[in-house]
């Protein structure tokens, strides 16, 4: 029987933090890393199909530069709005359908309509659609507690794998023009939908398993007691104030269900991250109150990340994009000889060639340094030295543009040298992008897990876990704030790197003629013959 002494406020668990939670090598491991690192790949993938067929989707004379401006301001919209003013839990399931038909829909768009303007308005949405994606994923990734940082790894590793299959999609299929080709292509995003649905694991699943057999028996008969509330909830009246009680009240079951699985102790708030269900549950009369953050207190959780987090990663996809797209077209040497050097030479037949290839390297480099922690096992990098990149990334920006001016570079080392330097800058860009959202997904995780005094504590029964008494009432509270605010904390950041992105998009183009038209009157014109 419960105590009848007054609760207590929940307590942090006193354990010292932890380390990167242990990787069992089970089915239910490999269907989470390969749902999270499928989520990153196909919810870029439209991004680089678009960037790669944009010579094609515009009629001659429209600058390309439109397309890539329709193909990330809209993405930046979503990362700035939706985490500000969205209140409540959020509805994974919603999102994931209305990410997956949105796309699905601007592709279509793109590939059959022949009109710039309903190019780019299928552009615009498709590229929407990729920046909610990308906070609904990550935030998904914080609902998977001690493994929050292993879905954030395997996530940044699938966007990193988008540059080099979105570039190949398109060239596999670029033959049967933009309508054929983007049609074919229209159906990824609904890979998506299945990912999400048939092969992402449930979060108690996945915690329940690496906690032990005991966990996982305990979750089995949570489950079945899920399964059961799903078939007999009343439909949901679909109206605005309907959703934000209901949202509220998943919120509180959200405590309740980890409880179940837990033995009576609460752990990580994952168990609605996934099948969140429209049923409405009768709640006890002491959690009926709403969980939702306001304005003002989401302000109070940004505002300490904005110089550790949010300004480096900002500033360095404004040097990484301004290099790419400002810089690396001007840096064009003459064409290697099979003396000189016999292994560019087979890369580069013309000048138009420097280019891609320079795109080739960067990308591998990308997918590499944002894979190394969920591939390579690295370490992510520390919370005092995330703005080491931030530097690496400027001086290379520097170092660049003084070489596209100047051409200092010793001539026989020169085109190799280049290479290296953007290889490094792939590097610096992936492996500041993984960093951030990893310190952010695995931040204070001491504050995600929350244990109340229950004297009860294990032995309590699994219908007293699901139906608790009033004075459990703060502590699901308590703990729906929490997730409420880790999701935030992950979601805020997403604005930095495409804001970087999009700064980097409207000054690159300025950037390149200034350049070019320095190198011809220097006496150097090969920038002026691609």
């Known amino acids: 029987m419960r105590s009848s002494a007054p609760p207590s406020a929940p307590r942090a668990s006193s354990a010292p933090a932890p380390g990167p939670a242990p990787r069992a090598t089970t089915a239910t491991t490999l269907r989470f890393a390969a749902a999270f690192f499928l989520f990153g790949t196909l919810n870029n993938i439209s991004y ?4 790669t067929a944009a010579l094609e989707l515009m009629p001659r004379g429209v600058p390309t530069g439109v397309v890539a401006f329709a193909n990330i301001f809209p993405a930046l919209c979503a990362k700035a709005i939706f985490p500000y003013f969205l209140r409540g839990e959020v509805r994974y399931r919603r999102r994931v359908w209305a990410c997956s038909a949105l796309t699905f829909g601007g592709m ?45 790894g395997w996530f940044a590793s699938g966007t990193g794998a988008a540059g080099f299959l979105g570039a190949s999609a398109w060239w596999v299929v670029r033959p049967l023009g933009v309508k054929g ?14 990912c999400y649905f048939v092969l992402l694991p449930k979060p108690e699943v996945l915690i329940a398993e690496r906690e032990g ?15 059961e509330e799903e078939e007999d909830g009343a439909p949901v009246v679909a109206s605005a104030q309907d959703e ?30 996934q099948h969140d269900t429209d049923a409405d549950a009768n709640n006890s009369p002491g959690l009926s109150a709403g969980v939702s953050l306001a304005f003002s207190e989401k302000m109070e959780l940004l505002r300490p990340m904005l110089f550790v987090f949010v300004l480096p990663l900002a500033i360095v996809y404004l040097a990484e994009y301004t290099i790419n797209q400002g810089v690396a077209p001007t840096l064009i040497y003459p064409l290697p000889t099979r003396e000189s050097h016999p292994i560019l030479a087979r890369f580069i037949k013309k000048l138009a060639d420097y280019y891609p290839l320079y795109q080739l390297c960067y990308q591998t480099f990308v997918f590499i340094s944002r894979s190394s922690i969920s591939v390579l096992r690295l370490p992510a990098i520390p919370k005092r030295f995330l703005w080491l990149p931030t530097i690496i ?32 800058e792939g590097l610096a860009g992936g492996s500041a992008y993984v960093s951030v959202f990893h310190q952010i997904a695995m931040s204070d995780p001491t504050k995600r897990i929350a244990l109340p005094t229950d004297d009860d504590g294990p032995s309590a029964s699994g219908a007293e876990a699901l139906h608790p008494s009033p004075e459990d009432t703060e502590s699901d509270a308590e703990l729906a704030r929490r997730v409420q605010q880790q999701e935030f904390r992950i979601a805020c950041i997403g604005v930095a790197d495409t804001l970087g992105i999009c700064l980097a998009s409207l000054v690159s183009m300025p950037i390149q003629v200034g350049l070019c038209n320095a190198q011809v009157r220097r006496g150097r014109g090969l920038c002026k013959q691609v």
């Open 244 to 273: 934000d009680d209901e949202e509220d009240e998943d919120s509180q079951r959200a405590g309740r269900r980890t409880r179940a699985q837990n033995g009576g102790k609460d752990a990580p708030l994952s168990s609605t991250a």
């Open 213 to 227: 057999g005991a966990a996982g028996a305990r979750y089995a008969a949570l489950a079945a007691a899920e399964e």
């Open 393 to 424: 990334q400027c001086l290379l920006f520097l170092l660049l543009t003084s070489e596209s001016l100047y051409a200092w570079f010793s001539a026989d080392i020169a085109s190799p040298l280049t290479i290296f330097l953007i290889c490094i």
């Open 108 to 152: 279509l768009m793109i590939a059959w309509f022949e009109s710039a303007l309903m190019r780019l308005l299928g552009i615009s949405i498709a590229s929407f659609c990729s920046g909610l994606g990308e906070l609904t994923w990550l935030q998904l990734a914080t609902r998977f507690g001690p493994h929050a940082g292993e879905g954030v």
């Open 48 to 51: 680089v199909i678009i960037l």
């Open 181 to 194: 080709g983007l049609s074919l292509l229209a159906v990824l995003p609904w890979m998506m939908a299945v």
